[in-house]
C-alpha cells in the first residue's frame, strides 16, 4: 500500500512533549480525558490509548486500575511515555495499521472495552485516512465495546484539518460505527455546534 505521511509527520512538534512534561511536573491536571474514559469503562477494564503521545491518558488509567496500552506514531512521545509512565505498556504503530495481528505481535490483546482517541488524533493522520482510522478501532472493540473520540472540528492544531462534525458523522457510519453522545468538552458540558471542539462516544452500528 502506498503510505504518505500523517499530518502529524509533516511538522515539527517537539514543544508538544516538552509542554506536558511541564505540566505534569508542576502537577497542573492533565487527566481530564481520563478522568472520563474512567467513567466509561467497568473496573479493571481493557483500554487502548490510540494516539497516546507521552501516555498521559492511558498512563491514568493504568495507576487507576485498568489495563491499558498505548499506541502512536512518535517514538519520541513513546520514549517520554516510557520514562513518564513505565507501567504503561506502549507499541509504535499508526492508527490506521492497527489490526488484531499487529497488535497481536507486540504482545497485546487484540480487543478492548473502551478504545480512546483523543488529543487532537483523528484530525492529524493520513490525509484521507479517517474513515480507515476509524474502521481499525472498530474492529479492535469488545462486543459491548466503545470509542472516545475528541478533536477541534476548525484545524486549530498546526498543519491539522477542518473536520466538521457532519462529514465525521458520515465516516462514522460508513465505518459501521454510530453516535451514542456528543458532548462539547471533557466534563460533558452540552455540545454547542458553533464551538469548535466535539467528544463523540461512539459504538458499533
Known amino acids: 500500500m502506498d503510505r504518505r505521511p500523517t499530518r502529524w509527520e509533516r511538522t515539527d512538534h517537539r514543544g508538544y512533549g516538552a509542554k506536558f512534561a511541564q505540566l505534569h511536573g508542576s502537577g497542573q491536571d492533565i487527566e481530564g ?18 494516539g497516546c503521545g507521552m501516555g498521559r491518558v492511558g498512563g491514568t488509567l493504568r495507576a487507576r486500575g485498568h489495563d491499558a496500552y498505548g499506541v502512536d506514531l512518535d517514538a519520541a512521545l513513546l520514549e517520554q511515555a516510557r520514562q513518564t509512565y513505565p ?26 472495552d473502551l478504545v480512546v482517541c483523543v488529543g487532537n488524533v483523528m484530525i492529524l493522520g493520513e490525509p484521507g485516512s479517517e474513515r480507515l482510522m476509524l474502521e481499525r478501532m472498530r474492529d479492535l472493540l469488545a462486543p459491548d465495546g466503545r470509542i472516545l473520540v475528541g478533536f477541534h472540528t476548525d484545524a486549530t492544531p498546526p498543519h491539522s484539518r477542518v473536520y466538521p462534525v457532519a462529514e465525521f458523522d458520515a465516516d462514522v457510519a460508513a465505518a459501521g460505527l454510530r453516535v451514542d453522545s456528543r458532548f462539547g468538552t471533557y466534563e460533558l458540558r452540552p455540545y454547542d455546534p458553533a464551538s469548535n471542539y466535539a467528544v463523540s462516544l461512539l459504538r458499533r452500528g
Open 87 to 112: 507501567q504503561l505498556p506502549t507499541m509504535l504503530s499508526r492508527i490506521d495499521d492497527l489490526t488484531p495481528e499487529t497488535l497481536s505481535a507486540q504482545g497485546f490483546p487484540t480487543t478492548y
Open 33 to 50: 480525558e481520563a478522568r472520563l474514559a474512567d467513567t466509561m469503562a467497568p473496573r479493571g477494564a481493557r483500554i487502548l490509548d490510540a
